[in-house]
């Protein structure tokens, strides 16, 4: 027995090497705390989602090679969104709310999943109804603050609104409180870990979804051309950039996304320049598109309907002694706003993909193709979407840097809310100001 126990001791440490060895080969590049963090999270990863192609489309394209019917299946469901998105523009700015709320929490529901596939070996408990309600809390900060924002005679009007109103951000503090105790009280002993991970995650969905449809809603109020130009130009820029690839690419662009080409970036690049210089222009020319989105107090619905501004009247602009020999034009009649949409439609072609590079990096980390099979041929409502987010804060960011200045109404409205003695010493204070400006006569006069 004894000359026996080396020897065995010997095939127990061959078998482990052997495992070893075996295990390095299927990380194949990943790092140690990638294998643990496996193991942490049960082992396998979540199963990759499969598209569910209408039956219809799959008889009607069953002769074709499946690159051709992946193109038009692509194709014919591009078009009936393009046709929904038109339809809910001509239902008018309320109905664009609701979709984009509806859009944010599709998306919230694909991130989350992802993640309760990740942790759901270990039943990790409270981690979908947490996950609900830090949503709920955001929302409710964010939606209340645009409400009281851009509703502002509403909210004085009714006494809930107003007491709401006045108390809102620690109302939302108190109800993201509750929801952080709650959190602490569901811990589990030796799952701590996977439990943080979870409530990071949470709030790192919450960052990416949330924020960002907050902001497109901030944009929409702008005017509708606002919401609309930035959106199509990342959705042009996607299908351009699929189909100068699908025909002429041959060089790849990023290894994260091995089917994106070179030509296809930059073909989808100047195909999106010009298209929003042409929907610009078009756009430019209706009040309903330009005027900012508006609450009517006395009809209690929205408004568009005002003066157009600078930006949305046309102007004669010199070309470039370079280029009047080619176009033979010394002058050419633009709004101006088709010089800021070369800016937008600029970072939707060349930042914007960016963003589907996140994604597809996020989407190869958990070994799934898509977030979920929602739309056939395309995937989930985030893999619509991912580039959208991204081109809304830069939108936003945009506006407020280069675009809007002081809005007088929201100063009216806030003046009307304070005390008498406060509107008074305002007054006093505007008034000997014109009259050092020569705008108004003396303080005797006045």
């Known amino acids: 027995l004894l000359q026996r126990v080396p020897a065995l001791c010997l095939v127990k440490l061959f078998v482990s090497n052997l495992q070893e060895s075996e295990s390095e080969n299927k990380l194949d590049g990943e790092t140690a705390s990638d294998s643990e963090s496996k193991s942490e999270f049960g082992g396998s990863p979540p199963v990759p989602t499969s598209d569910d192609t209408p039956e219809v489309l799959n008889r009607a394209l069953s002769n074709l090679s499946s690159r051709w019917k992946n193109w038009w ?66 929302n409710y900060f964010f939606y209340g603050e645009t409400v009281t924002d851009y509703f502002f005679t509403l909210v004085q009007r009714e006494e809930p609104l107003r007491i709401l109103s006045k108390y809102h951000r620690f109302i939302s503090f108190a109800l993201y409180l509750t929801g952080f105790c709650m959190f602490v009280l569901s811990l589990v002993k030796k799952h701590y870990r996977l439990q943080f991970y979870m409530f990071g995650w949470t709030h790192v969905t919450l960052l990416i979804v949330v924020t960002q449809s907050h902001l497109i809603i901030h944009n929409l109020f702008e005017g509708m051309i606002w919401f609309i130009v930035p959106i199509s130009c990342v959705i042009c820029n996607d299908i351009m950039a699929y189909m100068f690839g699908f025909f002429f690419g041959r060089t790849p662009l990023i290894k994260l996304s091995p089917k994106k080409t070179w030509e296809g970036f930059i073909g989808g690049f100047f195909a999106t320049v010009l298209f929003g210089l042409l929907l610009s222009y078009v756009m430019s020319g209706y009040r309903c598109f330009t005027c900012p989105v508006e609450f009517n107090n006395d009809t209690n619905s929205f408004t568009v309907d005002c003066e157009p501004s600078e930006l949305f009247q046309l102007q004669e602009y010199n070309i470039p002694l370079v280029l009047q020999s080619v176009v033979g034009w010394k002058t050419v009649r633009m709004y101006p706003f088709q010089i800021h949409s070369i800016a937008l439609s600029t970072f939707a072609s060349l930042i914007g993909p960016f963003g589907g590079f996140f994604a597809s990096g996020f989407k190869r980390a958990f070994k799934i193709k898509d977030f ?9 409502i985030m893999d619509r979407f991912d580039c959208q987010y991204l081109m809304a804060t830069f939108v936003n960011v945009y506006i407020a840097s280069f675009i809007r200045g002081p809005n007088p109404s929201k100063l009216i409205q806030q003046f009307l809310t304070l005390r008498p003695d406060q509107q008074l010493h305002i007054f006093n204070t505007l008034k000997a100001h014109l009259v050092d400006k020569g705008m108004l006569g003396s303080l005797e006069d006045a």
């Open 73 to 138: 299946v692509r194709g014919i469901l591009t078009l009936a969104m393009i046709t929904f998105f038109f339809i809910i523009i001509y239902l008018g700015p309320m109905v664009l709310m609701t979709i984009v709320m509806c859009v944010q929490i599709k998306c919230f529901h694909e991130i989350i999943t992802i993640g309760y596939n990740v942790y759901h070996s270990y039943d990790l408990p409270w981690f979908r109804t947490l996950s609900w309600y830090f949503l709920l809390c955001v």
């Open 372 to 380: 979920a099979n929602t739309i056939p041929g395309h995937g989930g």
